[in-house]
């Protein structure tokens, strides 16, 4: 079955970087996904990763994929306090089939 | 602009009354899905469409119904029949046919509804 498990808090200081983690269960994934959300908006998307690739970076952002171990990572460098959201990762097999999220989680970034 | 429209922002009903979320985009892509969100527990799938005259149920579609005749529109009716139906509602549409986009889904700005 597909399952997507990420913690639920983070809380990190101006300037630091933030790695929000992830672990999901279908061997199958073919992408990977980080969304963003703000309070009371839709989602985001960040960025996203084909299971091939190992890393991905865009600017501040750097997507980490273990896929031996099934882990999923996004680090924000130099994080701002217009990074405090809550993060989703999703994940997908592929054909148009619904992603499957995680509960996400909520970074608060202190000044 | 391109982009999904979703209406109103909030919405309030009265116990008992249907209810329906509208959910448009022209982005020209095949597949379109529901989602609720409530406090902790993420994104819930409620239906979704992958193509026009097409849909799937998903976890939670109890007390929902959904219709797709046109390939822009998806909207949602919330039914009396769903029991707790308090909770922010978000659409989201998927291209098809380029490879990278496939999966990749975009979301609209969501619809708040509160049952009073």
């Known amino acids: 079955g597909e399952d997507v498990e990420q913690s639920l808090f983070l809380s990190v200081r101006e300037g630091d970087s933030s790695v929000i983690n992830c672990t999901y269960t279908?061997?199958?994934?073919?992408?990977l996904y980080w969304y963003k959300q703000e309070p009371g908006a839709g989602l985001q998307l960040l960025t996203y990763?084909?299971?091939?690739?190992d890393m991905k970076q865009d600017q501040r952002l750097t997507v980490l994929l273990n896929k031996k171990d099934k882990h999923l990572s996004l680090r924000i460098a130099d994080t701002q306090t217009g990074d405090s959201a809550i993060y989703f990762c999703?994940?997908?097999?592929?054909?148009?089939?619904?992603?499957?999220f995680g509960k996400g989680t909520r970074l608060s970034v202190i000044a | 602009d391109g982009g999904i429209t979703q209406s109103p922002k909030y919405l309030f009903r009265k116990e008992g009354q249907n209810v329906t979320l509208s959910c448009e985009q022209n982005?020209?892509?095949?597949?379109m899905y529901w989602y609720r969100q409530d406090p902790g527990q993420g994104l819930r799938l409620i239906y979704y469409?992958?193509?026009?005259?097409?849909?799937q149920k998903g976890d939670i579609a109890e007390g929902y119904s959904v219709s797709r005749e046109k390939k822009e529109s998806f909207p949602l009716t919330v039914t009396s029949a769903q029991k707790n139906p308090t909770a922010f509602y978000l659409c989201?549409?998927?291209?098809?046919?380029?490879?990278?986009?496939?999966?990749?889904?975009?979301f609209g700005p969501g619809t708040r509804l509160t049952v009073l």
């Open positions: 989201a549409s998927s291209p098809s046919g380029v490879r990278e986009e496939i999966d990749t889904q975009y």
């Open positions: 279908d061997s199958s994934s073919t992408y």
């Open positions: 990763i084909f299971s091939n690739m």
């Open positions: 999703a994940e997908s097999i592929g054909g148009n089939t619904p992603l499957v």
């Open positions: 982005l020209n892509h095949d597949a």
């Open positions: 469409s992958q193509i026009v005259n097409d849909f």
